[in-house]
């Protein structure tokens, strides 16, 4: 089992920065890819951004590309997605959610991911 608490989301301006923090407990992230989506009320969830087990590998939706982040610090057991320039479309609840490999076409199927946190509401406002 992996618990997963996200946290560091909040109200920003449009063009402001936030950092999302994603802490996994109960088994060690060293051994899982990661991956950030997000749902703005409405709509169906949607991939944000992966990152391999190494680090190595990370992958972004073109929305994000350029402006967000992703990163990962295996020793902490916590994950990171660092969001700059945002927007008011950014506005919607953050998961982070862990999944065994991450590549090019698998990181944006939620389907291969297993655990997911609580979410963490983000709003951009104009």
């Known amino acids: 089992q992996v618990q997963l608490v996200e946290s560091g989301g909040g109200l920003v301006q449009a063009g402001g920065s936030l950092r999302l923090s994603c802490v996994a407990s109960?088994?060690?992230?060293?051994?899982?890819?990661m991956g950030w989506f997000r749902q703005a009320p409405g709509k169906e969830r949607e991939f944000v951004a992966a990152?391999?087990?190494?680090?190595?590998?990370?992958y972004y939706a073109d929305s994000v590309k350029g402006r967000f982040t992703i990163s990962r610090d295996n020793a902490k057991n916590t994950v990171y997605l660092q969001m700059n320039s945002l927007k008011p479309e950014d506005t919607a609840v953050y998961y982070c959610?862990?999944?065994?490999?991450?590549?090019?076409?698998?990181?944006?199927?939620?389907?291969?991911?297993?655990?997911w946190g609580q979410g963490t509401r983000v709003t951009v406002s104009s």
């Open positions: 959610a862990t999944t065994t490999t991450v590549y090019y076409s698998s990181a944006p199927d939620d389907r291969r991911y297993d655990y």
């Open positions: 109960g088994r060690t992230l060293s051994s899982k890819g």
């Open positions: 990152i391999s087990r190494s680090g190595a590998g990370r």
